[in-house]
């Protein structure tokens, strides 16, 4: 692997293949990494999360690279559920929003309301506090830029046709279909998957300013939306000029426990909100690679692949490929025991988190600037 | 029957109780018909479908009535299908729209494009075309005016809460449900069922104008998505202080063979852009309540009971009650025979298609005064 893409790390490079194996096998997704030369040729620097192998999978990324370099338009499209705390794994993909804004890519980003309020049975209130305060506040916190390519929305306060797509989707796909991603269906999903659907393909329409080719960064089980995303812009093709939208695919961020981390599982995750300490103290309470005892780890290395301070570290606290190239050799040399290695990530915690959560008190009064919310 | 509301003819008194008594017995709908001293103190005159009989059941129309005896504001909501061409069965629905409409009532009718695209499965055109120049170009020919308390809104083209509404409606109810009104149900008809739901439903928000009671006018078959209206407005009246609309039941058209009037079948249905002459002859063939031969009808008396052409008078064609009645018994008595009977319906059938006719054309030139078509 680090031949094909440089001084790259990429510790997960065969349990990725063997986990995500079935998308690559079975349903066409290709590996990100052999995209790499390809990307620094058009945009520079690849984002950390391409070059270490976080995002490691893609559906016609090398169509947006090549719209790209040729000046055509280009827009990222994603999503956030606002159920819960923006919390690190939320990050990983405001880093992606971020990165592709400052290449100049357009730029929706959706708050998906309606299905937070309808399926996740949330109260309304408190869906649009938490999309503006949390979500939107962090993207803003985190560098999101305002422009006149930058579009954030709400599901249920969008522009009329945006909601003629979602009627309009729903001709053209079957209850069998669905119910083969989302297993049984309620009303409320069938609801929101169309939604999705529009979410994803509404950049393209005239009444939303024409044509882009869009691409959707989206973790690995995300798949099955894209899959339908695309079924239905090939069914419209010829009556609505859809196309299909391109995709990556990036892994998870692991809880602390090595688990998964999610906003219902609080001690395991760390949230952007998170007081510096709180946050530092769940760290040093993680899963690490390290081994029974100090003696054996001296002697056999520890093992960052199995180690959750040590994804911290690619996904968000090291940015500088050499530095975590270190820190992973002396750690399987076993140079570098656990304590040590909390406390170091800790402390580079506790600095973003400062410098963060003072942009963020400031992003919150800008949060309306951004977005309109809803009335009810 | 006769007592209870003056001089009406109801000649299908006895057969209304018999085919719609499920809807009396199981599901407290309730004779229109002991309304009728009521309406006449409210309102005035009763509409000739109310005085005889074709509107024989209703849920809470006696709260539509004091709420316009207090002043308070009440509205009538009403939809089209554009899948077909304006018939008389459809004029029976604009009759009253338009007599609601005069004695203040604010007016929302819903062209259902988005019902008729997926779940019919009709070319978007077409439905457009449809939806303007049959249904909206017919009700204007036949009164319906322009004012501010009048809204038409095709459901692809309106604004954002109503579609919010369709979001958020999606929560509290279940596909069992669902399905126990519609049948298995495929995606476009979830969508369809809810957007009913919103039709009905959206004019009681502050967004569209602020509360009104509601009523809407159906045929006996539509009570089932009454009944779910009602129930979702139940489960919305916390948190969005909706309340059940009322609802008034009416017969159908009978097609001119004794089965269903329908636009899928146009020799049995006369439309309002026939050519006068067509529609003549169309009526000249139409089953009558005739005997087998002269001699046995001048003995016997014909049957107006399973007469369609004289359901077009008691529907259509004659608004005097008194010269009604006195052609029922002509026949009844043996006196009138059918081939003078339809000459005398195709005379004034013309008659009526002639006026309306030049009204239509004129009609047609309004039609983007009164609303907005979809851009796509």
């Known amino acids: 692997m680090e031949q094909q893409h440089g001084p790259v790390i990429d510790p997960w490079g065969t349990a990725v293949r063997l986990e995500y194996e079935k998308l690559f096998q079975y349903f066409g997704v290709k590996p990100f990494a052999e995209l790499l030369p390809r990307v620094r040729e058009a945009f520079g620097e690849p984002l950390h999360l391409m070059r270490r192998g976080v995002i490691f999978g893609h559906r016609d990324f090398d169509k947006i690279i090549e719209a790209y370099k040729s000046g055509e338009r280009v827009a990222l499209v994603t999503g956030f559920m606002p159920s819960g705390r923006f919390h690190f794994g939320h990050k990983m993909v405001a880093d992606q929003i971020i990165y592709y804004q400052r290449l100049g890519f357009e730029v929706f980003v959706v708050i998906a309301d309606a299905e937070a309020y309808a399926v996740r049975k949330l109260p309304r209130e408190k869906v649009i506090e938490t999309g503006l305060y949390e979500y939107v506040a962090n993207l803003i916190a985190l560098g999101l830029e305002k422009n006149k390519h930058t579009h954030i929305y709400f599901q249920t306060n969008y522009e009329t046709p945006y909601y003629r797509l979602i009627q309009m ?13 989302y297993g ?109 005892t100090v003696e054996e780890q001296r002697r056999l290395g520890g093992e960052p692949e199995k180690c959750t301070i040590y994804e911290f570290y690619v996904y968000h606290l090291i940015m500088d490929d050499k530095q975590l190239m270190k820190i992973y050799e002396d750690c399987r040399g076993g140079r570098l025991l656990c304590g040590e290695d909390k406390r170091y990530a800790a402390e580079l915690l506790t600095k973003f988190l400062e410098e963060h959560q003072r942009r963020l008190e400031k992003a919150k009064d800008k949060v309306l600037d951004y977005v309109e919310p809803p009335s009810f």
């Open 169 to 181: 989707f729903s001709r053209r796909v079957t209850m069998a279909e669905m119910e083969a991603i």
């Open 184 to 292: 049984k269906l309620e009303p409320a999903k069938v609801m929101a998957a169309l939604t999705q659907a529009a979410d994803i393909l509404h950049p393209q329409l005239e009444h939303f300013g024409g044509f882009r080719h869009v691409v959707v960064p989206v973790g690995a089980d995300q798949d099955p939306h894209l899959r339908l995303a695309r079924d239905i812009a090939d069914r419209f093709e010829h009556e609505l000029g859809l196309q299909r939208p391109a995709s990556t695919y990036h892994r998870f961020q692991t809880g602390l426990d090595g688990n998964k981390m999610s906003s219902s599982r609080p001690d395991y995750t760390i949230f952007l909100t998170d007081p510096p300490e709180v946050a530092a103290k769940k760290l040093m309470r993680a899963l690490t690679g390290g081994r029974a």
